[in-house]
T-cell receptor
Framework: DSGVTQTPKHLITATGQRVTLRCSPR?????VYWYQQSLDQGLQFLIQ???????AKGNILERFSAQQFPDLHSELNLSSLELGDSALYFC??????????????FGEGSRLTVL | SQQGEEDPQALSIQEGENATMNCSYK?????LQWYRQNSGRGLVHLIL?????REKHSGRLRVTLDTSKKSSSLLITASRAADTASYFC???????????FGEGTQLTVNP
């Protein structure tokens, strides 16, 4: 158990819909990262938050948005869903201890299926 | 494109054999990390090697890093069926924030 919690584990929805994925980082970790893993694109970095502020942005579509709340949990909102958005969405957190060298702790992911 | 590229894409071996996976990267790094992913599960950090290290061991894992060739290898000795998983190398951006992952090597260890 990595200590990172993601909900829901599985989600099936229709094209055009909107979903929210939730992540609770490990206790004490201030950074949250979102990644998308699909069969044809591998593991793609979406966005990073640190203590409530956006720190880095990757290949995140305009239809997607995220935020990190004061209690450090994060939500990834996916809207106007398309078939191609079907993927595993991972949240990861990083230790605040710089000596750890940047190791990420991953949740078990949210599997999104868009029909 | 991915910063790291693993080779081979897939590897099938018998229990007890050694498995070697390679990773090449493009830019300068301060560390390189290896992760394991069981099918459909979250990634688990295995080992981190810093740019000033050439080799590192952790249990049955041995990682090497050649910064002149921008490559790393992960060796799993005396493999077990439970080692069946995908293995990814990852490198941090220069700023040290996000990690960029390679495409992964799918390892199958046959009992």
């Amino acid at each position: 158990d990595s200590g990172v919690t993601q909900t829901p584990k599985h989600l099936i929805t229709a094209t055009g819909q909107r979903v929210t994925l939730r992540c609770s980082p490990r206790s004490g970790d201030l950074s949250v990262y979102w990644y998308q893993q699909s069969l044809d694109q591998g593991l793609q970095f979406l966005i990073q938050y640190y203590n409530g502020e956006e720190r880095a942005k990757g290949n995140i579509l305009e239809r997607f948005s995220a935020q990190q709340f004061p209690d450090l949990h994060s939500e990834l909102n996916l809207s106007s869903l398309e078939l191609g958005d079907s993927a595993l969405y991972f949240c990861a957190s990083r230790s605040a201890d710089r000596g750890r060298g940047g190791e990420l702790f991953f949740g078990e992911g949210s599997r999104l299926t868009v029909l | 494109s991915q910063q790291g590229e693993e080779d081979p894409q897939a590897l099938s071996i018998q229990e007890g054999e050694n498995a070697t996976m390679n990773c090449s990267y493009k830019t300068s790094i301060n560390n390189l990390q290896w992760y394991r992913q069981n099918s459909g599960r979250g990634l688990v950090h295995l080992i981190l090697i810093r740019s000033n290290e050439r080799e590192k061991h952790s249990g049955r894992l041995r990682v090497t890093l050649d910064t002149s060739k921008k490559s790393s290898s992960l060796l799993i000795t005396a493999s077990r069926a439970a080692d069946t998983a995908s293995y990814f190398c990852a490198t941090p951006e220069t700023s040290g924030s996000r990690l960029t992952f390679g495409e992964g090597t799918q390892l199958t260890v046959n009992p």
